[in-house]
Nanobody, 124 residues
Framework: QVQLVESGGGLVQAGGSVRLSCAAS????????MGWFRQAPGKEREFVCA????????YYVDSVKGRFTVSRDNANNKVYLQMNIVKPEDTGVYYC?????????????????WGQGIQVTVSS
């Protein structure tokens, strides 16, 4: 069964840190580029960051640059999102996603597989 399962979310104070994990199973993980997206209530799902298959190339939305770091462990089929200096506007449901597309990694439409999402709430 192909699945992506996020973990590590919860409630965090503004200025604090939280680390999300996404465990992949049932797919050749190292062949996939991985992305993180988030969705706040009443808003569209937005791109947060992505890492290409090797982890050598990473991409971030401007609002998280310098605060968030995406990384992956291909040996253990996991991708991580380290969130530092979090802000209330980082609140939302965070999703990991997988794709073999080579372009438009910032678009949700490029992704084939999605996790169920995990809530991150940043209190002010």
């Amino acid at each position: 069964q192909v699945q992506l399962v996020e973990s590590g979310g919860g409630l965090v104070q503004a200025g604090g840190s939280v680390r999300l994990s996404c465990a992949a199973s049932g797919l050749p993980f190292s062949y996939y580029h991985m992305g993180w997206f988030r969705q706040a209530p009443g808003k569209e799902r937005e791109f947060v960051c992505a890492t290409k298959w090797s982890g050598g190339s990473t991409y971030y939305v401007d609002s998280v640059k310098g605060r968030f770091t995406v990384s992956r462990d291909n040996a253990n089929n996991k991708v991580y999102l380290q969130m530092n200096i979090v802000k209330p506007e980082d609140t939302g449901v965070y999703y990991c996603a997988a794709t073999r597309a080579q372009y438009e990694l910032g678009s949700p439409r490029s992704y084939e597989l999605w996790g169920q999402g995990i809530q991150v709430t940043v209190s002010s």
